[in-house]
């Protein structure tokens, strides 16, 4: 027997995660020089980092030998979100927020349900501890909460919620997810991961952080991954009561985000000219891209992220022509959707490079 096989069924049979092609992957395979690629394909803001969190980003390497202290950054989002700073769990990155939770609640012999074409965390978190994932069919391509409700049996722990939700954009109004919060029983999680929450339209954005001291069992995620560009830096939290967030921080690694993220967190909440100039660059690219796909008559569904997902067709094709004309965009077919890709918004150059090489492609 070999070594692998000593290691746990159910961890042998996880598909891993699948990131975006860096662009210095794509060079080494095509020859391509870095500084002609475009990548758009891992949600990423192109206008970077908020310049304020660059200068404490730089501030920070002098005090780099020092362990990480996570309170400026804890205070910074309570008094954002209007929490008590016992409610927040720190994370490096969404993602290990989003594990933290599977790992106190989920267990062999319990489950979670999830939404087909969800994001591809939620089954990796809830398989790695064991747990059964309960996948219920889509809705237009996003949730469907009355087959989720459904869907809950006695032995379920945990029901994850993307919203909006990645890779296809769909948004669920808050009254339809407060509705759903109102008949999930009390001993189930309710996580409403809201990573691209900073892109819906003010008047369609609900506070849901107030939400959490009505339904003790929601937890909310947020990222500053998206739109304060600190992608590669790793931070995220998560909102949750005070009883939950004391489980979470007893898994949590005592160091888990570095002090460089966490200057560079901190400076970025107070950045909101970045926020809004990324806000506004994002909704003229989504016109641009969403009018450049109609204008080649290809369907795409309607998102509230800053991204777009189209049917393409033959999409392995299709992606393999834009490689190599040095533009990178996501295939998504390990979320049951062969035949779509996901483009991010770029700039504006950047958004007109990837129809021009797409009409090609096609």
């Given at each position: 027997m070999s070594l692998a096989e000593q290691a746990l069924?159910?961890?042998?049979?996880?598909?891993?995660?699948?990131?975006?092609?860096?662009?210095?992957?794509?060079?080494?395979?095509?020859?391509?020089?870095?500084?002609?690629?475009?990548?758009?394909?891992?949600?990423?803001?192109?206008?970077?980092?908020?310049?304020?969190?660059?200068?404490?980003?730089?501030?920070?390497?002098?005090?780099?030998?020092?362990?990480?202290?996570?309170?400026?950054?804890?205070?910074?989002?309570?008094?954002?979100?209007?929490?008590?700073?016992?409610?927040?769990?720190?994370?490096?990155?969404?993602n290990d927020v989003l594990d933290l939770i599977a790992r106190v609640f989920l267990a062999p012999g319990r489950s979670a349900v999830f939404a087909q074409h969800a994001f591809a965390v939620y089954p990796l978190a809830t398989l790695s501890t064991g747990a059964e994932l309960i996948a219920t069919p889509a809705k237009n391509y996003g949730h469907d909460l009355d087959a989720m409700l459904a869907a809950i049996r006695p032995d379920t722990r945990i029901v994850w919620i993307a919203n909006p939700n990645n890779p296809t954009g769909n948004f669920l109004p808050y009254a339809e997810v407060r509705a759903f919060l109102e008949k999930v029983p009390a001993e189930v999680v309710v996580v409403l991961?809201?990573?691209?929450?900073?892109?819906?339209?003010?008047?369609?954005?609900?506070?849901?952080?107030?939400?959490?001291?009505?339904?003790?069992?929601?937890?909310?995620?947020?990222?500053?991954?998206?739109?304060?560009g600190l992608a590669g830096l790793r931070v995220g939290y998560a909102l949750a009561s005070a009883e939950v967030a004391g489980l979470m921080n007893r898994v949590r690694q005592p160091f888990n985000v570095n002090n460089l993220a966490l200057a560079a967190a901190a400076a970025a909440l107070d950045d909101e000219e970045f926020v809004s100039a990324s806000y506004q660059l994002n909704r003229r690219g989504?016109?641009?891209?969403?009018?450049?796909?109609?204008?080649?008559?290809?369907?795409?569904?309607?998102?509230?992220?800053n991204f777009v997902t189209f049917r393409a067709g033959n999409a392995g094709s299709v992606n393999q022509k834009l490689l190599q004309q040095g533009v990178i965009v996501r295939p998504i077919g390990g979320y049951g959707l062969p035949e779509w890709l996901r483009v991010t918004i770029g700039t504006e150059a950047e958004n007109a490079r990837f129809l021009e090489a797409l009409a090609k492609a096609l």
């Open positions: 069924a159910y961890v042998r049979a996880i598909s891993p995660y699948q990131p975006g092609k860096p662009i210095t992957e794509l060079a080494r395979e095509m020859g391509i020089p870095v500084g002609s690629i475009v990548k758009l394909a891992s949600n990423e803001n192109p206008l970077g980092m908020s310049p304020k969190a660059k200068q404490a980003v730089q501030a920070a390497i002098d005090g780099i030998e020092r362990y990480p202290d996570q309170f400026e950054l804890i205070a910074k989002v309570a008094q954002r979100c209007g929490v008590a700073q016992e409610q927040i769990v720190l994370g490096n990155g969404s991961d809201e990573a691209y929450n900073e892109y819906i339209p003010p008047a369609e954005r609900v506070d849901t952080a107030a939400w959490v001291k009505e339904f003790p069992n929601l937890v909310v995620c947020r990222t500053f991954s998206k739109i304060f989504m016109a641009q891209i969403v009018g450049g796909l109609e204008k080649l008559g290809l369907e795409h569904i309607p998102s509230y992220g």
